[in-house]
């Protein structure tokens, strides 16, 4: 399978994405593409390093997006432009991996993309690069897989292919929530419901222009603290510990304690959020991100001093409140405001 990939920002929308793709894949193999596949970024408004621990998270799906364009070859070939981290063809290929042991006949290909979604900016690049492709590659060979499945394997794909132990809320969001909407994931369950946002809020990114990698261990690192914590605690997901046992873990070390207060407080502030978002109490909206933020910089160490910048900042200008969103280490900030 052949890979190229260019990132250049999709300033006329998705049908320019698709052209840009097509004509970046005739570019680069000769010959017009005969598939393409498109998935939005995310960002996550409250709710991280709790997916994996069974949490509830409150996602948002963007207008920013990837798309793919791909079309029948004659052998697998790995290449990809120079702005691209060439890591970045695992996804692509695990997920085409994934695609074929699930028995879709999805031939060897040549796949084109373009993105105006930053690689580690905390917005979900990774996933929408992966539903991209398999919703290109289900195109090509007149297939069709509903979204919990896709979610599912992509999520798969990480795992087994980019080496990245990612809980589901990314891939779930990215093939579900369609641009601009916001949706409440039980990651436990797998039981969710869209959630209108007042009218009167607005969402800013802010880039911090610090790039995280994942896989380089961080992230891991974290979800092995979780998951031992709830072995301590004699939980199956840390998520699971009911208010009335929170005490218990203040006999964790405090690394682990730290870790789970983080949480199961960060359930509860999502929690509290969709409240406040559906009592349009946007005050109380921007002080649990606010909160979360503070927690994911004290209690999760994954903050960076650009980040806690960014919200100190947002905050003294008049914002309702700012965190850092995704898996952290750099990426960017949300930032809430009255609209």
Not at 39 to 58: E, K, Q
């Given at each position: ?54 949490g509830?998270?409150l996602?948002m ?13 004659t ?10 981290d060439l890591l ?5 290929a ?6 074929r ?7 060897p290909?040549s ?20 539903v ?28 087994r292919h ?7 809320m990314?891939?779930?969001c ?10 409440l994931?039980d990651?436990?369950r797998?039981d ?22 994942l ?13 031992e ?23 964790l070390?405090d ?7 983080h ?6 502030r999502v ?9 349009n109490?946007?005050a109380q ?5 606010t909160?979360?933020h503070?927690s ?14 960014i919200?100190?900042e947002a ?10 969103t ?11 405001h009255?609209?």
């Amino acid at each position: 399978m052949a890979f190229v990939a260019e990132h250049a920002f999709l300033s006329g929308g998705r049908v320019n994405g698709v052209q840009r793709a097509g004509a970046w894949h005739e570019a680069q193999f000769g010959r017009a593409s005969e598939a393409c596949g498109v998935a939005s970024g995310r960002v996550n408004l409250i709710g991280d390093h709790i997916d994996y621990a069974g949490g509830t998270v409150l996602p948002m799906a963007l207008h920013e997006c990837t798309v793919v364009a791909l079309a029948r070859a004659t052998c697998d070939v790995f290449s990809s432009a120079s702005t691209v981290d060439l890591l970045w063809t695992r996804y692509a290929a695990g997920v085409l991996t994934e695609l074929r042991a699930s028995g879709m006949a999805v031939p060897p290909v040549s796949v084109a993309v373009v993105s105006d979604l930053t690689i580690g900016a905390g917005l979900s690049s990774s996933a929408a690069l992966e539903v991209a492709v398999a919703r290109a590659a289900l195109t090509l060979v007149n297939a069709t897989m509903d979204a919990d499945a896709l979610a599912l394997l992509c999520q798969r794909a990480e795992h087994r292919h980019a080496g990245t132990p990612c809980g589901i809320m990314d891939q779930w969001c990215v093939a579900h929530a369609n641009p601009g909407e916001a949706i409440l994931l039980d990651c436990a369950r797998l039981d969710w419901r869209r959630l209108a946002l007042p009218p009167t809020l607005r969402i800013e990114l802010i880039d911090s222009g610090v790039r995280h990698a994942l896989r380089d261990g961080g992230y891991a690192s974290r979800r092995a603290e979780v998951e031992e914590a709830a072995q301590r605690l004699g939980v199956d997901q840390l998520a699971a510990l009911p208010a009335a046992r929170w005490s218990e873990i203040d006999q964790l070390p405090d690394r682990l304690a730290r870790r789970a207060r983080h949480v199961v407080r960060e359930c509860a502030r999502v929690h509290e959020a969709v409240r406040a978002l559906e009592s349009n109490d946007l005050a109380q909206f921007g002080r649990l991100l606010t909160e979360s933020h503070c927690s994911l910089r004290d209690e999760f160490d994954v903050s960076t001093p650009e980040l806690d910048a960014i919200v100190a900042e947002a905050c003294v200008h008049g914002a309702l409140g700012a965190r850092m969103t995704g898996g952290g280490f750099g990426g960017c900030v949300v930032v809430a405001h009255r609209a």
